[in-house]
């Protein structure tokens, strides 16, 4: 029997870089291992949580994030692709988990805590966003997922998630299947933002590079990308570390040919006589032989949106039924058929 992962985005914007050396990547590789069933879920109830003023944010987002994914590759006859709100039986698993959580651990949460400090939550704390962590539990839980693929800052966010299902577990019996995180190696586990090493790449912060960039686009960002402070003149020695262009060009050069030529360039630059424009150009070469095919499948894609809802509407349905076992079972564990009695 195949291992369960279940994963998603919050439906905020157009995914960025950042979304796919963290996570997006991944998915790909194990969808295409042949090993596992996966599930990939458009977070909009989540991203409601913070958006509760602003749904139309949420509803002009879903299908740019729907795209993305064929983009990069997750392919609907190997992933079911689903939407959140369309699956009512994550709500009720939400409440049901509620019980077997506190405040303050989810206080406690160091990844939820940057977030609030970032959206500015500190004296009025939406109540959905607190308990968001209580949500992604149901939405793993439904579906019997082993597997989380995440990205380093998720992943104490699966721990709760795994407290709570031990916790449910040792109440009402072996009903649902503890989860795993999977975090990306190396440099992929944070991406930094174009303007510095200290923050992460980031829609809010206006500072990622998007997987729908024109080539354009992306050299503009690109030339505009911080380097070495000190690196003022082209003859002056360099420092590779810390340096965000140096930090990409480790992160996408993947082939043989490319990792040599990113070996010399280091070599060059530390010694002097490398400018930063020659190293930032090789960094868009780079780029672009990973965006450009990326960005000819959403462009196929967008010339059949009717296609993209088809897809949502096929996966939604079989992440409802799916879900809804999941849910039978929580009830029946719980006691809750008294009419059937």
Known sequence: M???????????????????VGSLKKRVELQNSGLYDMYVMIADEQALAD?????????????????????VGIDPSKTTIFIQSQIPALYELTFHYSGFVHLGRLQRIPTLKQEIKERGFEKELPISWLTYPI?????ITAFGAHLVPVG???APVVEIDREIVRAFNRQYGDILVEPEAVV???FAKRLPGLYGIDDKMSKSLDNAIYLSDSPEEVAAKVMKMYTDAD???????GKVEGNVVFIYLDVFAETAEQKTKVAELKE?????????????KYLIEVLESVLAPIRQR???YEQDLDKVRAILRDGSAKADAVANQTLQKVREAIGLNYLEQ
């Open 2 to 20: 195949k291992k369960v992962i279940l994963t998603g985005d919050r439906p905020t914007g157009k995914l960025h870089l950042g979304h796919y």
């Open 51 to 71: 958006n509760a003023r602003n749904p139309q944010k949420i509803r002009d987002s879903l299908l740019e994030v729907a795209l993305d994914y064929l983009a």
């Open 135 to 139: 949500s992604q539990c149901a939405d």
């Open 152 to 154: 380093q800052d998720q």
């Open 184 to 186: 990306p190696d190396g």
């Open 231 to 237: 690196h003022i003149r082209v003859e002056d020695a």
């Open 268 to 280: 060059q630059y530390q010694k002097g006589g490398l400018g930063d424009v020659a190293v930032k």
């Open 298 to 300: 959403r462009a196929e």
